[in-house]
């Protein structure tokens, strides 16, 4: 289970299972939630004139306070239920404002990025649902290692940037910056694949419906990671 917040969870199993239904309905209801919280404070940044530097504030303020949301899912899961609406709504801000930041640049770049992000989800559900691409042993150890160098390399490009600096080539819109963000793409499309099949084993497993919601906020985790990677990549392209 490469997604941190479903692999670090421990789920229990007992009373009435969860269903592939249940997680599609909770996740559409998240999916709706950061959608309705992130045009709001897109729609009100952009009428109010808020400053470049407040909603970047915001955005990262936000993302954050997700990350640590986030964590409590991953180790305290029963807290899901509970904690799942926050972090949708956390989310939606963020992307609110980073989708508002980037369009003030390159105005095409959010919309695209959106479009190219749920195209490739049907795309990863398909080829699950086909077999074409196969979710073994093999396969989660290569998307697990390359996972976590990419968490790896975030966190050393963040600690730069606190120093106002940043990695050399890999963050410059050059050309081995946009191979490594074609690369965080492909890598964060697969990701998918793990989640589509952590639902199945979850749903053989007779895990509780109640940890539905971890599936569902390691869903929506997984597209938001997809989307702000399409932003990256497709500013890069526009430069």
């Known amino acids: 289970m490469a997604n941190p917040i479903v692999s670090r969870a421990e789920l229990a199993v007992g009373g009435r299972p969860m269903s592939v239904k249940g997680v599609v309905q909770k996740t559409s209801m998240l999916l709706g939630l950061s959608a309705i919280s992130g045009l709001g404070f897109f729609f009100y940044a952009l ?80 080829l699950y649902r086909s077999g074409i691409v196969k979710v073994n042993d093999k396969f989660r150890s290569i998307m697990m290692s390359a996972i976590f160098a990419i968490m790896i390399l975030y966190l050393v490009q963040w600690g730069f940037v606190l120093f106002g600096s940043s990695l050399p080539f890999l963050f410059d819109g050059g050309m081995v910056a946009i191979g490594f963000s074609l690369f965080v793409v492909v890598i964060a499309s697969f990701s998918l694949l793990l989640d589509f099949d952590n639902i199945e084993r979850g749903v053989a497993a007779g895990v509780s419906e109640d940890y539905e919601w971890v599936f569902s906020v390691g869903l929506l985790a997984t597209l938001v990671w997809m989307y702000i990677e399409f932003l990256r990549l497709l500013s890069y392209l526009q430069d």
């Open 47 to 126: 009428m109010a004139g808020l400053s470049s530097g407040f909603i970047y504030m915001a955005s990262i303020g936000s993302m954050f306070a997700g990350v640590v949301v986030a964590f409590l899912i991953m180790f305290k899961p029963h807290m899901a239920k509970t904690l799942a609406v926050p972090y949708a709504l956390l989310e939606g801000i963020f992307l609110g404002g980073i989708s508002l930041i980037f369009m003030q640049m390159y105005p095409s770049v959010p919309l695209t990025a959106l479009c190219a992000t749920f195209v490739t989800a049907a795309v990863m559900l398909g």
